[in-house]
Structure formats: C-alpha cells, structure tokens
C-alpha cells in the first residue's frame, strides 16, 4: 500500500514584538534547510545590519503602492506605522516545487491569508496551510525584551506593547500556540508541530480557522 503523498507545507508564524518569533523561525530553519523562508517587503528603514533581500525586501511608499495595486501581494498590511507584504510569485513557486515555506507575518497579515484561502478559493495554499502564534509569558517578560533588543525608543515600546494586546486577542484564531518562556522547548514544541504536520495524510490536516 503507497504511503499518502505529503504536500508542502505554508508554515505561518505570527507574534507581538519581542516574543521572540524571529531567534524561533531561525532555529526551525536550521532544523529543516530545505523549507524556504518567505522575504517580506517593508517601507520600513533597514535596522543595523539588515540586508536588503535577506532580511526583508526595502521599498519606498510609492513602489509599495504599485505592487499592491498589481496584485503582487498574498497579505499586506500596515504594522507600528510602516508597510509590510508578502510577495505571492516566490511563495506559490516554491510550493508548486513541493518546498515548505515559512511566512513570519503579523496577525493582520495571517487574517488576510485566512481569508485568500477560504474553501471557495484556497486550493492547495488552503491545503498547505497551517499557523502558529508565539506567546510571551507575561507582559512584563515582553517589556523587557523590547528593551534589551535596543531597537526602539521608549514611545515606540510603548507601542508595541498596546498593540501586543490587541494581537494577543488574535491568538485563538491560530490553530497551534506555543508559549515562548524557555527558548530550547519552545524550539522543540515548533519542530515538533512542523513534523505532526507533514506527517499527516491531507484528509487529518486541520484546515484554517475561516469565518
């Protein structure tokens, strides 16, 4: 008897800031080099050491504007006062090859995906789909991440943190959460969703959370 055909998987991942989404999605990259990682656009200014095309794809406003209005985007939103978009080419090319891929949105960019794969629509992006949110433990745990990375001044912290609640709201919209409070567990409770998921048959797969 053949052995059920494993379809790629389209690994969301979506956290506040500091929650520690991006030490989390390297580690998994390590562990599965053959799954791609998405590279958003932004309108954003790159951080230090950032590199164009590695970390995120930098735009102006005027040409971020042109490819939304091509259709260029799966999801695109605007996060903490700047732009971000997930290119559609690079992601449905590489799951036709039969390569996972790993899209680090944020929650509005994971609603919008949600919605693209609803079951009039989705195909096999709905069938490959599958969505984790990264939870700190505790706000004050938050706070002083945002503020060891040394990213942001004290307003713009206080930002991201009254916007952690919102996105924290959002959580039960996923369909795995995963507490990031020990880095090494939480590494290995992502690895391990990523091999439950490519070991079940497309009939166990759990299907996006659509309204």
């Given at each position: 008897m053949?052995?059920?055909?494993?379809r790629?998987?389209l690994?969301?991942?979506?956290?506040?800031?500091?929650?520690?989404?991006?030490?989390?999605?390297?580690?998994?990259?390590?562990?599965?080099?053959?799954?791609?990682?998405?590279?958003?656009?932004?309108?954003?200014?790159?951080?230090?050491?950032?590199?164009?095309?590695?970390?995120?794809?930098?735009?102006?406003?005027?040409?971020?504007?042109?490819?939304?209005?091509?259709?260029?985007?799966?999801?695109?939103?605007?996060?903490h006062?700047?732009?971000?978009g997930?290119?559609?080419?690079?992601?449905?090319?590489?799951?036709?090859?039969?390569?996972?891929?790993?899209?680090?949105?944020?929650?509005?960019?994971?609603?919008r995906?949600?919605?693209?794969?609803?079951?009039?629509?989705?195909g096999?992006?709905?069938?490959?789909?599958?969505?984790?949110?990264?939870?700190?433990?505790?706000?004050?745990?938050?706070?002083?991440?945002?503020v060891?990375?040394?990213h942001?001044d004290?307003?713009a912290?206080e930002?991201r943190?009254?916007?952690?609640?919102?996105?924290?709201?959002?959580?039960?919209?996923?369909?795995?959460?995963?507490?990031?409070?020990?880095?090494?567990?939480?590494?290995?409770?992502?690895?391990?969703?990523?091999?439950?998921e490519?070991?079940?048959?497309?009939a166990?797969?759990r299907?996006?959370?659509?309204?």
């Amino acid at each position: 008897m053949n052995a059920p055909v494993q379809r790629p998987l389209l690994l969301v991942v979506s956290a506040p800031s500091g929650a520690g989404k991006t030490t989390l999605c390297a580690r998994l990259l390590e562990a599965f080099p053959a799954m791609v990682r998405s590279v958003s656009c932004t309108t954003r200014a790159p951080r230090p050491g950032e590199v164009n095309g590695r970390d995120y794809v930098f735009l102006d406003a005027v040409e971020f504007r042109r490819r939304i209005t091509a259709g260029a985007f799966l999801e695109h939103a605007q996060v903490h006062g700047a732009w971000y978009g997930t290119p559609r080419e690079p992601v449905e090319q590489a799951l036709r090859a039969g390569r996972d891929v790993l899209l680090i949105v944020d929650v509005q960019g994971a609603e919008r995906i949600r919605q693209l794969l609803a079951p009039s629509s989705g195909g096999d992006l709905r069938r490959a789909f599958v969505d984790v949110f990264i939870m700190p433990p505790d706000s004050a745990t938050l706070r002083r991440r945002l503020v060891a990375r040394g990213h942001d001044d004290a307003a713009a912290i206080e930002r991201r943190l009254k916007n952690a609640g919102g996105e924290m709201a959002g959580a039960s919209r996923y369909q795995y959460r995963i507490v990031n409070d020990c880095l090494e567990d939480a590494v290995a409770r992502l690895r391990a969703i990523v091999l439950e998921e490519k070991q079940a048959s497309n009939a166990q797969r759990r299907t996006p959370n659509v309204q």
